[in-house]
């Protein structure tokens, strides 16, 4: 089982530049995809990006692309989200979530949150105009 934790939230203002990072505990996390969401209040998770197992696939939602890179260090059981030129409609929990063998990433269903087998508790990010 992983148990996943986020760090790297904060406040900081439109135009700034944020690096998220999630580590997992478990002993198998070569063994997931690894994607992160973002939770506005009010509303529903949304995708922001995925990267496979062996980092040599990733995928990005529309709302950041272009804007956000996903990174994985597999002998450090991390991964990171690098966030750019952030906007205040950025503002959100941030979390990650692990996909067991790639399996949502390949069958193209990585957009929806019910296919992800674990997820970490988020961080907050807020983005002043």
């Known amino acids: 089982q992983e148990q996943l934790v986020e760090s790297g939230g904060g406040l900081v203002q439109a135009g700034d530049s944020l690096k998220l990072s999630c580590a997992a505990s478990?002993?198998?996390?070569?063994?997931?995809?690894m994607a992160w969401f973002r939770q506005a209040p009010g509303k529903g998770r949304e995708f922001v990006a995925i990267i496979s197992r062996n980092g040599g696939s990733t995928a990005y939602g529309n709302s950041m692309k272009g804007r956000v890179t996903i990174s994985r260090d597999n002998a450090k059981n991390a991964v990171y989200l690098q966030m750019n030129n952030l906007r205040p409609e950025d503002t959100a929990v941030y979390l990650c979530?692990?996909?067991?063998?790639?399996?949502?990433?390949?069958?193209?269903?990585?957009?929806?949150?019910?296919?992800?087998?674990?997820w970490g508790q988020g961080t907050q990010v807020t983005v002043s105009s």
């Open positions: 979530a692990a996909d067991r063998l790639d399996r949502a990433f390949f069958n193209d269903v990585y957009h929806d949150p019910d296919q992800y087998d674990y």
């Open positions: 478990g002993r198998s996390f070569n063994l997931y995809a």
